[in-house]
């Protein structure tokens, strides 16, 4: 019994992430419309929001505030405690679950796949190997080191949640949008043509940051090699990732953001080998596996 239900959790996973990615989206209106009505019980943006007198502080804000004031308050560790406990537990879900930008990215990536097919099945290879940590971390310590040599909050203007949900309250308020927002859609546009995603991938300071707050217990996907029998050139489990990863390869993590992705196709073309996991051991020291399944390529570009 227990079994089934997991089995059908896994089958509707990517209904769930889609009905939060909605209701996230629409949180992004609500919290404007509340203010113009002169409800200010919840203020703010994904930089940082206030809920009845609490903060709730995005990590990478939090880092960055810290460099360049070399002050820590106690508002600011409160501020942490939420979004970090959810780090800890479930990895960096609130990018895949969550974020505006991650949301409209996956839609218009689809949009473009439907339009382009063969181009899309030409530009997602099976993954060979996943990219080295080393780049994603050095990226991230660049990023931060240059804020501080400069004295700006660079952080600030890179990050795509804390934008997008500012440029929503503006519209709402009758101030319209700024250079930011043309900005970051401009990123979505290109990166849903080239069927890319590297800002996701590597860039993002707010991805970066709660990245650090993984340990052994965090969520995970995991692989029960027993079950795996896939053989053939087609990989369904990389192909579905929307960041081009492989579970089956080493340094699956500090990329993956846990979206679930290819726990749902395994468990709906394969034996559901691929699984999430509190703190299993053997997700990121899998070699080299084959896939079968001719049909994943077309299954995946219908949905």
């Given at each position: 019994m227990k079994e089934?239900?997991?089995k059908n959790f896994y089958r509707k996973l990517n209904l769930y992430r889609k009905i939060v990615q909605i209701f996230s989206l629409a949180f992004l209106a609500v919290v404007p419309l509340l203010v113009i009505n002169g409800v200010y019980s919840l203020i703010g943006s994904m930089y940082s929001y206030t809920l009845f007198g609490i903060d709730i502080v995005d990590p990478a804000m939090a880092i960055q505030s810290i460099l360049l004031s070399?002050?820590?308050t106690e508002v600011l560790l409160i501020g942490l405690i939420v979004p970090v406990l959810l780090a800890l537990i479930f990895g960096k879900v609130f990018c895949s679950w969550m974020c505006p930008f991650n949301t409209l990215s996956e839609y218009w990536q689809k949009i473009t796949g439907k339009i382009f097919k063969k181009r899309f099945r030409k530009s997602n290879p099976a993954v060979e190997s996943n990219p080295k940590p080393l780049y994603y971390w050095l990226i991230l310590i660049a990023l931060f080191v240059l804020s501080v040599i400069v004295g700006f909050p660079l952080i600030t203007f890179l990050s795509a949640p804390g934008i997008i949900s500012s440029e929503?309250?503006?519209?709402?308020?009758?101030?319209?949008?700024g250079l930011e927002m043309i900005l970051i859609l401009s990123i979505i546009f290109v990166e849903g043509l080239l069927f890319k995603r590297y800002w996701c991938?590597?860039?993002c300071p707010v991805g970066g940051v709660l990245s650090l707050f993984r340990f052994k217990k965090t969520l995970k996907v995991v692989r029960n090699?027993?079950?795996c029998n896939c053989s053939g050139s087609v990989k369904p489990c990389s192909y579905s990732c929307p960041l081009a990863l492989s579970p089956l390869r080493k340094n699956l993590y500090p990329f993956?953001?846990?979206?679930?992705?290819?726990?749902?196709?395994c468990e709906k073309t394969g034996k559901g080998a691929l699984t999430f996991s509190f703190g299993t051991e053997g997700a990121n020291s899998i070699n080299d596996v084959s896939y079968s399944h001719k049909e994943e390529k077309e299954i995946l570009v219908e949905e």
């Amino acid at each position: 019994m227990k079994e089934k239900i997991k089995k059908n959790f896994y089958r509707k996973l990517n209904l769930y992430r889609k009905i939060v990615q909605i209701f996230s989206l629409a949180f992004l209106a609500v919290v404007p419309l509340l203010v113009i009505n002169g409800v200010y019980s919840l203020i703010g943006s994904m930089y940082s929001y206030t809920l009845f007198g609490i903060d709730i502080v995005d990590p990478a804000m939090a880092i960055q505030s810290i460099l360049l004031s070399r002050e820590f308050t106690e508002v600011l560790l409160i501020g942490l405690i939420v979004p970090v406990l959810l780090a800890l537990i479930f990895g960096k879900v609130f990018c895949s679950w969550m974020c505006p930008f991650n949301t409209l990215s996956e839609y218009w990536q689809k949009i473009t796949g439907k339009i382009f097919k063969k181009r899309f099945r030409k530009s997602n290879p099976a993954v060979e190997s996943n990219p080295k940590p080393l780049y994603y971390w050095l990226i991230l310590i660049a990023l931060f080191v240059l804020s501080v040599i400069v004295g700006f909050p660079l952080i600030t203007f890179l990050s795509a949640p804390g934008i997008i949900s500012s440029e929503i309250s503006h519209i709402f308020m009758g101030m319209g949008f700024g250079l930011e927002m043309i900005l970051i859609l401009s990123i979505i546009f290109v990166e849903g043509l080239l069927f890319k995603r590297y800002w996701c991938k590597f860039v993002c300071p707010v991805g970066g940051v709660l990245s650090l707050f993984r340990f052994k217990k965090t969520l995970k996907v995991v692989r029960n090699e027993e079950l795996c029998n896939c053989s053939g050139s087609v990989k369904p489990c990389s192909y579905s990732c929307p960041l081009a990863l492989s579970p089956l390869r080493k340094n699956l993590y500090p990329f993956c953001y846990n979206c679930g992705e290819c726990v749902k196709i395994c468990e709906k073309t394969g034996k559901g080998a691929l699984t999430f996991s509190f703190g299993t051991e053997g997700a990121n020291s899998i070699n080299d596996v084959s896939y079968s399944h001719k049909e994943e390529k077309e299954i995946l570009v219908e949905e």
